[in-house]
């Protein structure tokens, strides 16, 4: 069973950076795209950044040039390093894969950008 789970979220100052960790379980990790979606509160999910098996990278407009998206496929985990956060990035962070046609969801991380 293919098990994602999400971590590092919390509650920062406007400016600050935290990392964002997703460990993934019962699957071939190195295969894989890994991706990371973000919730607001009343907003539909969005997409925020992936991450392909051979390492190429893809980033919302938001984001792009603040966060950056790794992977270390020997820890089987996917990192999203937030620089630079504003209140608009508060929000629930999820990490998200699709293996042989199903798409699986993390519990989340929430974090949280005080001005």
């Known amino acids: 069973q293919v098990q994602l789970v999400e971590s590092g979220g919390g509650l920062v100052q406007a400016g600050g950076s935290l990392r964002l960790s997703c460990a993934a379980s019962?699957?071939?990790?190195?295969?894989?795209?890994i991706a990371w979606y973000r919730q607001a509160p009343g907003k539909q999910r969005e997409f925020i950044a992936l991450i392909t098996r051979d390492g190429t990278t893809n980033y919302a407009d938001s984001v792009k040039g603040r966060f950056t998206i790794s992977r270390d496929n020997a820890k089987n985990t996917v990192y999203l390093q937030c620089n630079s956060l504003n209140s608009e990035d508060t929000a629930a962070y999820y990490c998200?894969?699709?293996?042989?046609?199903?798409?699986?969801w993390g519990q989340g991380t929430q974090v949280t950008v005080s001005s």
């Open positions: 019962g699957m071939i990790f190195s295969a894989y795209t």
């Open positions: 998200n894969t699709n293996v042989y046609g199903k798409t699986y």
